[in-house]
């Protein structure tokens, strides 16, 4: 078969129906020779002009607007057959092609990637997702999300990174470059604030956030994307930032992602994130998947002349472009979402990712490993471990995995002929829960509530643990809630692949709770105390008589379209862990989550390993690292709250907002910035994760003592294995600014991986750029420095008491805010020459003993410098201009194009970019 895209082109020029094209399994023809473009060797710019002058303006706006949702990609952009443009088709991405279609490999969740602070594993997991993509015809891969999980009760925490910008672009790089080696573009995701579901897509969602939260902790993620990973393509989010709708926010989409980053490439909608035809001049160059605002809204507005023919060139201009650089004109698609596309070899993969991400969180004694042939029994407990189990999370993330392997699977598999394994499911799962009887609620409840609501009150017969659970089985991305006594306990988004959430409370015999839902609820489920009570005694009787209990719990709720409303784990698994830990001192708790979560049963326990999201091959991978064939070393990515009072983001106006506005008045103290500047202890810290061996820190070296702004800081530290197994951990260094800067106490700077053998020692090496020494200066609006002593601390997790070394450097002087700025006409002409201006701010106490100046231009555009662009031994208050006389090629189309430039001083850069109309 051939792929959507060729078949799609295929249909056009032979004039049959896309389904049929695909049917019928042919090649797509040579392209006619109306169609130069495709098989020329001109440069790109070239080849676009000069295809761009032979479309029409409806031609051009097909190329932008939204298609719909029938076609077999979630958002698509058909073929123009008589200009020989292929057909787009682009597949949500984040853990694998996900969207419904099968065939394909269910990886671990981007939160299990990012726990194994390992780039070269986020490179395979990118290898997997484009060559999976590839296969599927698709030729644009939705993801990675990147976007700082700054609150764990998100409800898409597990498909995103973590909640620090350094580790999040040390991911998203190599992830990126993977992908795209395969042409196939990647469309990084969600620019920009976008950290919560509740008030999804709409203006209550408005985030108020300072420019200096922005550029340190929210941005520099897509920064690294667009800059290093040269990443095609850019979704803008659902969030509101600042008053606007990031898909209508010009200051993100142009003043930051154009003019400052100078990206060159198109900004796509997320699903329905277009709030206004505006958005052509507000930087959004795609509106998906339904035709709102582009279609004949944007036709009529270049018609009236409110929106400028050069913008909607533009928008074309950037897709097109990216369409040849990946190679969709001359070597269209082979593959087909109908394709199998997972391979042995990218199971492996997942198991791999799986394996190294699992952390381990407590070994209590050295409970973990088990050993597989002592003879002994083990007792798998809990209804994730085999009848119920969590692979994944929920939404357009959920990938459908090609194979399955339960945690019980996996263990059973794993243990040795001496040793027995049991399994007692402990509790019943959410979907086998009964409707609540008729005489305990007032009114009756109908499974179909009129309106979608339901307003009563709920008498409990006993007193005890009750489990309330709702269905929403409208997979509409629509959340239900149920509330008790007022208090929201569940949202239920009603995304594949969970329908059914529970949640554990406390009610009293004979008193009456006040019950309401809101939303398309069916079903309302309970257990009652009696109920679950003969599931409960039975796990108990299978841990009392056996060697080591491992008790498998899950958080099922973490999806799209809805927040956790807490930290607990659902149904009654927080009641079935410490029932067994009662019964057995062995006990182990393995969990199955894309976030933290809420641990009352910790120091009843004897171990707990966190396998996240594993993916399909769960129980394979967890097998492995509890029987020491895997030594766990997957670290922390987020910090774990003892409370959700303790977080940063703790007080309602600030998460999930007020209803109108959501306040990011921590600022930058975002994660562990903000556990740290509040002096407060986690339940676990940032970067944590026992091994089931030792590593020590030793012989820290800083070079040069002191520095200048302008150069690199080189680090230097040996680890040492000091235990009896070979393993690998994390070496992590932080940096912490002089008080003057007001910045956290410490931030990450930089991280190596290292496996060793048992006595083993290796040197890790760490560069402290001096874009790590600046922090952003509302006032000087761009990157300044501060003079004073900067602190250094090198161990394997963020907390002060997982960093055994400590040292300094000096900077006595800096460049401070110096800033680049460009200058340039407004309107430029296709073959003439302008004058363009690079400008050095003077600034700071340091003399610069070099400084570059530099334009990056567009491709086919010249420049021709007027005078000098380098200078020696800058003083402190002089600033420097370098003039250029720019020319756009005589083939540039009526569109804007970025003229961006830099101020190189030795390894500090600074840049600036202005966007002028060629015409």
Not at 522 to 529: A, E, I, K, V
Not at 659 to 667: A, F, I, P, R
Request: a negative charge; charged letters at 10%.
């Amino acid at each position: 078969m051939v792929t959507a895209v060729a078949a799609v082109s295929l249909a056009g020029l032979l004039g049959v129906p896309a389904a049929a094209a695909q049917a019928s399994g042919g090649a797509l023809r040579a392209a006619p020779s109306s169609c130069p473009w495709v098989t020329s060797t001109a440069p790109i710019a070239q080849r676009v002009a000069q295809l761009m002058g032979k479309m029409s303006t409806s031609q051009k706006i097909s190329m932008v607007e939204g298609h719909g949702t029938s076609n077999p990609y979630v958002f698509y952009t058909p073929a123009i057959s008589s200009l020989c443009i292929p057909a787009v088709g682009m597949e949500d991405g984040p853990a694998g092609v996900a969207d419904g279609l099968t065939g394909v490999t269910q990886l671990p969740a981007g939160a299990t990637l990012a726990a194994t602070w390992d780039p070269s594993m986020a490179q395979q997991y990118g290898e997997v997702i484009g060559a999976e993509e590839f296969g599927k015809g698709a030729s644009i891969n939705l993801g990675p999300t990147v976007n700082i999980d700054r609150d764990p009760r998100w409800g898409r925490s597990f498909e995103a990174l973590s909640e620090d910008p350094y580790l999040n672009s040390a991911l998203d790089v190599p992830e990126i470059n993977a992908v795209q080696a395969q042409d196939v573009m990647s469309q990084v995701k969600h620019f920009d604030a976008y950290n919560q579901e509740t008030y999804r897509n709409t203006s209550a969602d408005n985030v108020i956030v300072d420019e200096r939260a922005l550029q340190e902790i929210y941005m520099p993620s897509f920064d690294a994307a667009v800059t290093q990973a040269n990443s095609a393509s850019v979704m803008c989010a659902y969030s509101w930032v600042n008053g606007n709708a990031s898909c209508n926010n010009s200051f993100l989409n142009n003043t930051v992602l154009r003019d400052q980053w100078g990206f060159p490439g198109f900004v796509t909608s997320d699903y329905g994130a277009l709030h206004s035809t505006q958005g052509a001049l507000q930087g959004t160059d795609q509106e998906q998947p339904e035709n709102t605002y582009y279609g004949t809204a944007l036709q009529t507005a270049i018609k009236k002349g409110t929106i400028p023919l050069s913008a909607l060139n533009t928008m074309v201009q950037r897709v097109l472009t990216e369409m040849f650089q990946y190679n969709l004109f001359n070597q269209p698609r082979t593959g087909s979402p109908s394709a199998t596309v997972t391979t042995p070899a990218d199971v492996a993969v997942a198991t791999s990712v799986a394996e190294e991400g699992t952390t381990l969180l407590k070994n209590a004694g050295s409970a973990l490993p088990l050993s597989a042939t002592n003879g002994g029994t083990i007792a798998v407990i809990g209804p994730s471990a085999s009848v119920s189990p969590t692979y994944a999370g929920g939404g357009s993330a959920y990938v459908i995995p090609s194979s399955t392997v339960t945690p019980l699977a996996g263990i059973q598999a794993a243990a040795g002929s001496g040793t027995n394994v049991t399994y007692s499911q402990g509790l019943p799962a959410d979907a086998s829960l009964p409707a609540i009887p008729s005489s305990n609620l007032s009114p009756a409840y109908s499974s179909t509530p009129s309106g979608g609501s339901y307003t009563g009150t709920l008498t409990a017969p006993t007193t005890g643990t009750y489990v309330l659970a709702i269905t929403n089985p409208c997979n509409c991305y629509t959340p239900t809630y149920l509330s008790l006594n007022g208090q929201q306990i569940i949202d239920d988004p009603s995304t594949p692949p969970v329908h059914t959430y529970s949640v554990a409370v406390s009610l009293t015999a004979g008193q009456t709770y006040k019950l309401s839902i809101s939303g398309q609820s069916s079903q309302l489920l309970w257990g009652t105390p009696t109920a679950l009570a003969p599931s409960i005694s039975a796990a108990v009787t299978a841990a009392q008589s056996a060697s080591a209990a491992v008790v498998v719990v899950s958080d099922d709720t973490e999806s799209e379209a809805a927040d956790r409303p807490s930290l607990n784990l659902p149904s009654a698994q927080d009641e079935l862990i410490s029932a067994v830990a009662a019964a057995n001192p062995h006990t182990i708790v393995v969990i199955d989550a894309g976030a933290p979560v809420a641990m009352p049963w910790l120091s009843q326990v004897a171990g707990v390993l966190d396998a996240w999201y594993p993916g399909q091959t769960s129980g394979t991978s967890l097998a492995s690292v509890l029987f020491g064939q895997t030594n766990p070393s997957g670290h922390l990515p987020v910090t774990f709250p003892a409370s959700l009072s303790q977080m940063p983001t703790s007080s309602p106006a600030q998460f999930p907002g007020n209803g109108s506005t959501v306040q990011y008045s921590e600022g930058i103290d975002v994660g562990y910035r903000g556990y740290d500047a509040g002096n407060l202890t986690p339940l676990f810290p940032f970067g944590f994760g026992l091994s089931y061996t030792t590593f020590s820190f030793s012989n820290l070296q800083i070079s040069p003592a002191s520095g200048n702004g302008t150069q690199n800081e080189q680090v230097t530290a040996t680890v040492t294995n000091t235990g009896t197994r070979a393993g690998s951990d994390v070496a992590q260094l932080y940096l912490g600014d002089p008080s003057g800067a007001g910045e956290p106490p410490r931030q990450l700077a930089g991280f190596q991986r290292v496996s060793l053998g048992v006595g083993q020692s290796t040197q890790v090496s760490f560069t402290i750029t001096p874009q790590q020494e600046s922090w952003w200066n509302d006032s000087a609006n761009g990157w300044s420095q501060t003079e004073g002593t900067y602190n250094v601390y090198v161990g394997d997790s963020s907390d002060p008491s997982g960093l055994p070394l400590s040292g300094s450097y000096t900077m006595a002087a800096t460049p401070a805010a110096r800033q680049a700025t460009v200058t340039a006409p407004a309107t430029m002409t296709p073959g003439q020459a302008s004058t363009v201006q690079v400008q050095l701010s003077a600034g700071g106490d340091e003399t610069l003993p070099d400084a570059q100046l530099a334009l990056q231009l567009p491709q086919g555009w010249t420049a021709t410098a007027v005078g000098p662009t380098s200078f020696t031994s800058v003083a402190p208050g002089t600033a420097l201009t370098a003039t250029f006389q720019v020319t756009p090629p005589s083939y540039a189309p009526n569109a804007s194009a970025v003229v961006h430039a830099t101020a190189t001083m030795d390894s500090l850069t600074r840049e600036a970019g202005v966007t002028v109309t060629v015409s």
